[in-house]
């Protein structure tokens, strides 16, 4: 798949099949004005168009959804072997090619593999490299023309292109390590199933059935035969996300998967091969997870043959890739589809506080200040003010404080600093804290909880909030 979304406005099954191939999100739509919705809406990379609507109906259409000049989407028409206008015709009101019959429908693939048509544009360089360093990082959408990035395609290549299984990739939060894990895939065997799961996001008991799947009866609940992601994947890849949160137990089995390169359902008795690429993530130091018996040395090993490291934006090498980020965003974002369209630059010195900020959450963090801006641009360019970083970093980016700190103030700010004041005002002491500010001890630890305040030098841990919670407590009457 080279697309990011495609918009179908026909009803030949073939159509629909080949657009599901090449684009991420495909949208169908049963008439021209439903389809004018969703385009103006989505911004998608290509629109398929029926030839049946005819040719005046069809240049209308491309007239009310034909509003960004920034950004190319391409138009596509398939008719019959008969189809009642010439490509002349078609080419004169902005379709990009009119395919003729279902012999040359699969022209779509190579439209869309070899055209690229939706990459955004600007005048000075409407080319991919604007946003991307070369074709591989064009192709699986990593934004960025950074020597780190470069250094990271070239790692995914290397990997892909070779025998190993498994592949670790290690990266903070938001660095964009799912987009590595799909890279790898898709320069692999990209006709192949990726089934990707969250290992954080289930118990232990729950991520063993979704890995290996079980049997009918195995436990309590089963009431059928469970294919597992490692089965589901087939030859194709699982995708391991945060692997340093699997619980230990697990990691052995998964150890015995790697090395066996066979498992058994929960419950069953029958080993089945695994044939798919494993492709692991961590957000953490794996190493010092190690030492802390936290995660298994010899299933580090087994992951650590050649492990992708991705650079978090606060590191030097990647500070140029901030602003080639920010604009990125700033074309391809859906959030407002009207809106977007108004919106054409970022100022100087927004760019300037973007450059500045140390972007703990990274690119998805970056991406969320962005669509932010958007939302709150009342002009066609993003300035400073609609930029809503913390005010601190704001002051280090060069802006005014006191702006700064007038348009970071929000009712929960002041909440939050108000309780902590108030905390730190009786020493911590939360009945007296709570009495300060006329609430029950109940709606303070619900409050201390909600914002985490940490009285300095202790850990969350050491606040046994869940133990407070169920104290029993009365309402405090303040005069």
Partial sequence: MSLRRVVVVSNKPEIREIAQEIAHEVFMADDLAEATEIVNAVMPDMTILDAAFGLQAIRE???????DPGRLCVSVVVGS??????????????????????????????VAAHGNPGTPQTETAPGNDVWFIDDTAAAFGMVGRSDAVGETIEMIRLVAQSRCNPILILGETGTGKELAARAIHGIRHPDRPFVAVNCAALTATLLESELFGHVKGSFTGADRDKTGLLELAGEGTLFLDEISEMPLDLQAKLLRVLQERTFRKVGGVRDLVCEATIITSSNRNLRKDVDEKRFRQDLYYRLNICPITLAPLRFPERRDDITVLAEYFLRTSTIRGEKQTKIVSITGLALEALSRHSWPGNVRELRNVIERAILLETTNTIGLNSIRIEAEEMQEAGGDPLRSRIRDFSLEKAERELIARALHETG??????????GITRATLYAKVKQYNIQKEGARHSDIDLEACCAAPCEPVSVS
């Fill in 61 to 67: 259409f491309l007239q009310k959804t034909d509003k």
């Fill in 428 to 437: 911590w002491q939360k009945t007296q804290a709570a009495s300060l500010l």
């Fill in 81 to 110: 072997d008969t189809t009642a206008f010439s490509d002349e015709e078609y080419e004169n009101i902005g379709i990009f090619c009119c395919l003729h019959g279902p012999q040359e429908y699969g022209r779509l693939r190579d």
